[in-house]
């Protein structure tokens, strides 16, 4: 019976270490659990890759940023990002809303850098806002994570990402991971699968949206550059991005599902050219896009070129410029702000007052007649 005891504790702590908030915060006390108030503290989670550890207030240009995180901290090469891909984080950084400022970062023969290098399965940040980044790299990194294999949730970045491929203006590459109520303001520069808020995804993002300029080469999209075989959802992009083959609005190159999203940002490329995806051969359901499209060939209102399945999705024939798209239907500006146009599809929305209302009880809100379409979580500017 001892022995049975024994073991059903273990089995109750390691149940524990699961998950994201709730009672999945509790990790092996393998490392110390740390209170983060300046750069110093901020370097030493390095050291305790699986605590628990909680930012006390903003972090900026004092109390140690010129010895760990400036242009001149490491020789030149700034903040040494925190863990590795062998040796990643896997325990809880919370931010409880308090902001990281001025992060830089100039690796360009390393990947996976970013604040945190790599985020295993059971790792999770969240609550954390990193505001004027520039970071550089060789690929698979972003302004907050290089690789994603946890949860990234309720944080956002600001400022400039710059480098090769997989590369995101918050996560380099979402391998499996979650990201979820996220956004992006950052200016993103890079090769292949490049995105305004995740590089690549093979992990699900939803909730979310990103505002800053994204170019690249081949796939390159507003929100995410490359969804091979992830989710997205729910999310939305306002970015304007230009590349060569491949290029989207919201996702560059789609082989997985979207839906219930849209983008509103402005599309030049080459080819596989689209408002909304510019290669799609997964599901697009629910979604939109109503920024101006220009390229070469195959170039769309809605999606580029498609080898997959676009249904009940839609895209503004006068503002995109272009009259036909390899999936979706196209409706002029005043049938794309009618409620009609989207409820007789299906969609999951409802009319409300003004802008400034939102009902929560529908993916999407409208203002009848006057916008376009909506989600309900999205914050009232």
């Not at 050219?273 to 510019?278: P, Q, T």
């Not at 109503?290 to 024939?317: A, E, I, P």
Request: aromatic share 10%; glycine share 18%.
């Amino acid at each position: 019976m001892k022995n049975l005891s024994i073991f059903l504790i273990v089995v109750i702590l390691i149940a524990g270490m699961v998950g994201c908030g709730g009672g999945g915060d509790y990790h092996l006390p393998t490392s110390q659990n740390l209170e983060i108030r300046t750069w110093y503290d901020l370097d030493d989670v390095r050291d305790n890759l699986a605590g628990n550890h909680t930012l006390m207030n903003d972090i900026n240009l004092t109390s140690g940023y010129t010895e760990v995180a400036s242009p001149t901290a490491n020789e030149g090469q700034g903040w040494h990002p925190i863990g590795t891909p062998a040796n990643p984080f896997t325990g809880t950084f919370d931010g409880q809303g308090y902001e990281i400022r001025d992060l830089f970062i100039n690796r360009p023969d390393e990947s996976q850098v970013g604040l945190f290098s790599a985020v295993d399965i059971s790792g999770c940040i969240k609550n954390l806002g990193l505001v004027n980044v520039n970071v550089t790299g060789c690929g698979h990194f972003g302004g907050l994570v290089g690789v994603n294999e946890g949860t990234v949730s309720n944080s956002y970045s600001t400022g400039n990402v710059n480098g090769g491929p997989e590369i995101g203006g918050l996560v380099g590459q979402n391998r499996y991971g979650t990201v979820r109520n996220c956004y992006s303001a950052v200016n993103v520069i890079g090769a292949d699968d490049v995105g305004g808020l995740v590089g690549h995804n093979d992990g699900s993002v939803s909730d979310s949206y990103s505002s800053g300029n994204v170019t690249g080469e081949n796939y390159v999209g507003g929100l995410v550059g490359a969804n091979w075989g992830g989710y997205v959802s729910n999310s939305h992009s306002t970015s304007s991005v230009n590349g060569e083959e491949g290029v989207g609005g919201l996702v560059g190159d789609n082989g997985g599902a979207v839906s219930n999203s849209y983008s509103t940002g402005n599309v030049i490329g080459n080819g596989w050219i689209g408002g909304l995806i510019g290669w799609n051969y997964g599901t697009v359901n629910n979604s939109y896009s109503t920024g101006s499209v220009n390229g070469v060939y195959d170039v769309s209102g809605l999606v580029g070129y498609n080898d997959g399945t676009v249904s009940d999705s839609f895209w503004n024939v006068e503002t995109s410029g272009q009259a036909t798209s390899a999936g979706g239907i196209g409706k002029t500006t005043i049938q794309m702000q009618d409620v009609t146009t989207f409820s007789g599809a299906t969609w999951d929305i409802i009319a409300v007052a003004n802008p400034s209302t939102r009902n929560p009880s529908y993916i999407w809100n409208i203002v009848d007649d006057e916008t376009y379409p909506f989600l309900s979580w999205e914050p009232v500017s």
